[in-house]
């Protein structure tokens, strides 16, 4: 039997990136082995191997197409910026992107996809231009990469593409789940924003791909999110049960990173939302007060705070958004393994892990929380504890 088995290549490292130091590459080839001899967690990780390679493309296809725009967004002038269609150019084409590259990729599979967008408001009056600049926009950045030069999509194609998104996902079966942009206000406003894939396999997230574009390859701890031009661009990539990698947008050289596992507060830092109508910041500086943890909160938008925490640029990511918003999976399934397989833990307020097999949504009423796995156990006690205080001075 022709099994695939990973070999070790420490020699090979970026020297520009402090997470490549310790962390030797791991390369796929091709070797016979018995199965016994084969460790499980390997097997679970092989089976994916083939999407794990399209979702990549998938997602760096449609990085391409995000930074194109957010581009031309930051150099239009005052009034253009005023006009959002940028943006939702942007979001329907990289869900067009996506949905199209990974049917592409897998043909022989049966597709379903649970995505945010839609094709509705583009169907009606005056959403036909914004369709033909979407249509243009993707076949621009198939052209430039070469990919799939056979055909030439339609504005049919990408509406097709676009609505294949409507899965309900559930617990049955294969589905994608995709955020074609998230964290769209930073996206506007030139900061973080992430492309989020996710594999549901009968209703358990198996893998995970995020790019984050903006996002500094060197740490972002004590809230620095800048850096030099061609030092920004990670994309992050997990299977279940074979670790969380990193590589930046821009090339194929990839590191194992992890979580950082201090299970000392003082040392732990917070990441929440930047945007203050996401998330409750006065629970979470209550939780940290509590907690002892002294350094100020980092805010950053989307789903990069995941994999910022996966490789231990901070400790502690808390979402609790406000009454009656209901969190929907592609905001978190990404995210979720990404950070499980670096070491970390996500789970409700109860301590529960997330539950994604229930359709579009997460059955969740009250907040997520991120963090290692020695820290849960004090941080789930300071939440439960700020939150009945709060509950009781109301
Ligand atoms: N009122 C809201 N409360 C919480 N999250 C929201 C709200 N409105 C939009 N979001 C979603 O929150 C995520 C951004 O999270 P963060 O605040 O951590 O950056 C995005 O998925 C964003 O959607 P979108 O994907 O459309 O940007
Ligand atoms: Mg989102
Ligand atoms: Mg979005
Ligand atoms: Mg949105």
Redesign the pocket.
């Known amino acids: 039997m022709n099994l695939v088995s990973i070999i070790a290549k420490p020699e090979i490292t970026i020297t520009k990136n402090p997470y490549l130091v310790s962390s030797p590459l791991l390369f796929f080839s091709n070797k016979t082995k018995s199965e016994t001899s084969i460790p499980r967690v390997l097997f679970s990780s092989m089976s994916y191997n083939k999407e794990l390679a399209a979702a990549k493309k998938a997602v760096s296809l449609a990085a391409r197409l995000c930074q194109k725009m957010q581009k031309a967004i930051l150099q239009s002038d005052v009034q253009s910026k005023s006009d959002k269609s940028p943006v939702t150019v942007a979001d329907y084409g990289s869900q067009a992107l996506v949905s199209y590259a990974l049917q592409r990729e897998l043909p022989s599979e049966q597709f379903s996809l649970v995505a945010?967008e839609d094709s509705e408001d583009l169907l009606k009056d005056g959403g036909q231009e914004t369709l033909e600049r979407i249509t243009k926009l993707v076949n621009d950045i198939l052209a430039s990469d070469g990919s799939y030069s056979d055909c030439t999509l339609s504005t049919e194609d990408i509406v097709k593409a676009i609505d294949c998104g409507k899965s309900e996902g559930g617990s049955r079966g294969r589905h994608w789940v995709l955020?074609p942009?998230?964290?769209?206000?930073?996206f506007l406003r030139g900061n973080q924003y992430a492309i989020a894939l996710a594999l549901l396999d009968e209703g358990t997230v198996v893998l995970g791909v995020l790019a984050c574009p903006n996002l500094p390859l060197t740490s972002i701890a004590g809230g620095s999110q800048h850096s030099l031009p061609g030092e920004v661009g990670c994309l992050f990539f997990s299977v279940v049960g074979g670790g969380t990698y990193m590589q930046p947008l821009d090339s194929s050289s990839a590191v194992k990173v992890q979580v950082n596992a201090t299970d000392n507060p003082e040392e732990a830092s917070l990441f929440?939302?930047?945007?203050a109508?996401?998330?409750m910041h006065d629970l979470s500086s209550s939780i940290v007060k509590k907690l002892g943890v002294k350094a100020p909160p980092v805010r950053?938008?989307?789903q990069a705070?995941y994999g910022a925490l996966s490789r231990g640029d901070g400790v502690i990511y808390l979402?609790f958004?406000?009454k009656g918003?209901r969190e929907?999976i592609w905001?978190h399934a990404a995210g979720c393994i990404v950070v499980s397989e670096a070491g970390g833990l996500v789970t409700d307020v109860a301590g529960n892990p997330l539950d994604f097999s229930k359709g579009r949504y997460l059955d969740l009423d009250t907040g997520i929380i991120v963090t290692n796995q020695k820290l849960m156990p004090s941080l789930l006690k300071a939440v439960r504890e700020s939150i009945e205080e709060k509950a009781s001075s109301l």
């Not at 929440?272 to 945007?275: F, G, I």
């Open positions: 945010e955020d942009i998230d964290g769209t206000k930073g929440e939302s930047y945007e109508a996401h998330s950053i938008d989307s705070k979402r958004p406000h918003y929907k905001d």
